[in-house]
């Protein structure tokens, strides 16, 4: 009997840990033309058109005027990024049909990107992504549910995954 209750306490703290998670929507900008670049410790993205901008920071909060915000979600990266050089933003996330990879121009290169659901079924593999602008990937005809995007240089071999939510 003690067993059972054990068991039973587990299975039911585990479901309810499981379905707790929270996915936030991340604010990004949709602009016709800009860019981002990363010197140093320091990160700056401009849009073409966009009004001055001030941030003011104080007692743990940061105002931003304009309408490009800070990604107040942060980057999903699943494991250490290999290629944190390459200023790597992925949008929208979570997505209903189409996902934006941005990369800097300055590496004069290309990624090689592959996608799993979490079976580890690949959902694309292969595909070479060599837009730094910004290189499209169509997650329209994925099921719902959470995708790993593995990408990875082909010249250095560094790789990083991002986790990747289609509604």
Same mark, same amino acid.
Not at 4 to 24: C, R, V
Not at 26 to 52: H, I, K, L, P
Not at 63 to 78: N, R, Y
């Given at each position: 009997m003690?067993?059972?209750?054990?068991? $039973?306490?587990?299975?039911?703290?585990f479901?309810f840990?499981?379905?707790a998670?929270?996915?936030?929507?991340?604010?990004?900008?949709?602009?016709?033309?800009?860019?981002?670049g990363?010197?140093?410790?320091r990160?700056?993205?401009?849009?073409?058109?966009?009004? =001055?901008?001030?941030?003011?920071?104080?007692?743990?909060?940061?105002?931003?005027?304009?309408?490009?915000?800070?990604?107040?979600?942060g980057?999903?990266?699943? $494991?250490?990024s290999?290629?944190?050089?390459?200023?790597? $933003?992925?949008?929208?996330n979570?997505?209903?049909?189409f996902?934006t990879?941005? =990369?800097?121009?300055?590496k004069?290169?290309?990624?090689?990107?592959?996608?799993?659901?979490?079976?580890?079924?690949?959902?694309?593999?292969?595909?070479?992504?060599?837009?730094p602008?910004g290189?499209?990937?169509?997650? $329209?005809?994925?099921?719902?549910g959470?995708f =790993?995007?593995?990408?990875?240089?082909?010249a250095?071999?560094?790789?990083?995954?991002?986790?990747v939510?289609?509604?």
């Amino acid at each position: 009997m003690n067993r059972f209750l054990s068991l $039973s306490t587990l299975i039911f703290l585990f479901s309810f840990s499981s379905s707790a998670q929270q996915f936030d929507i991340c604010m990004d900008v949709v602009s016709s033309s800009g860019g981002q670049g990363v010197q140093g410790n320091r990160y700056m993205a401009w849009t073409v058109g966009e009004t =001055f901008v001030k941030t003011l920071h104080g007692a743990g909060l940061a105002f931003t005027q304009g309408f490009q915000q800070p990604d107040a979600c942060g980057k999903s990266f699943v $494991s250490t990024s290999d290629l944190s050089d390459w200023g790597m $933003s992925l949008f929208p996330n979570p997505t209903e049909g189409f996902v934006t990879l941005r =990369f800097s121009p300055e590496k004069n290169g290309h990624l090689i990107c592959s996608v799993y659901d979490l079976l580890g079924r690949p959902m694309l593999e292969n595909r070479m992504l060599a837009t730094p602008e910004g290189s499209v990937i169509d997650a $329209s005809a994925w099921p719902p549910g959470v995708f =790993f995007l593995l990408l990875k240089d082909p010249a250095s071999q560094a790789s990083v995954t991002f986790r990747v939510v289609r509604l």
